[in-house]
């Protein structure tokens, strides 16, 4: 069993990844293009068949996709295996995104942390990483060290789902 799963393979997705690796955690990954996954596996990643071994691998699951309908698409054939498991969405998009997407991961009996990553994959697991959350504090604080190795600044906004893409395109209007 791995400590943590990554589902998606793409440039952000692929640094929580590398990250994760490099500070020594068990990990799982899939993608859908499965070419992707190669310089992860050799880093010591477990490449799943589908993502649903992947979310059975780990008791924690972090998505990073494209949108919340590649997101859900992708979970959905896994819903059934996240009972008692904390998933991280970390897929950008708009708060009301983020409020479905909690509403179905309690509805599959998982907990929920929505972050919105605010700087480039590069700044991933640098002193310049970035990561806006929301959700329960008591999913937060019990996921907190994880999520420290890929961003020292996390900057937690409080319960209501909405508040990390909320803060970040505060954020984008002001930068």
């Known amino acids: 069993m791995s400590e943590v799963s990554v589902l998606g393979l793409g440039n952000m997705g692929s640094a929580l990844a590398r990250v994760s690796l490099a500070n020594g955690c068990q990990l799982t990954i899939w993608n859908r293009d499965p070419n992707k996954a190669t310089p992860l596996i050799e880093m ?6 589908n993502a649903a071994a992947a979310v059975m691998a780990s008791p ?6 494209t949108n919340y309908a590649a997101s859900h698409s992708m ?3 896994a819903a ?3 009972a008692g498991k904390v998933l991280i969405q970390c897929t950008t998009g708009s708060p009301q995104d983020a409020r479905v997407s909690e509403a179905w991961a ?3 009996g998982a907990e929920y942390i929505d972050c919105a990553i605010t700087g480039s994959p590069g700044s991933i697991g640098t002193p310049d990483a970035h990561i806006l959350l929301a959700g329960q504090e008591t999913v937060f604080r ?3 060290p994880l999520l420290r ?4 600044d996390l900057d937690y906004k409080g319960e209501p789902i909405g508040l990390a893409s ?3 395109m505060i954020y984008i209007m002001h930068y």
């Open 149 to 152: 190795t890929l961003a020292s």
């Open 44 to 49: 010591g990643a477990v490449l799943a068949p």
């Open 60 to 65: 924690v699951i972090i998505v990073c996709v």
């Open 166 to 168: 909320t803060w970040e």
């Open 142 to 144: 019990k996921i907190e």
């Open 80 to 82: 059934v295996y996240l």
């Open 75 to 77: 979970l959905t054939e």
């Open 106 to 108: 309690h509805e599959n």
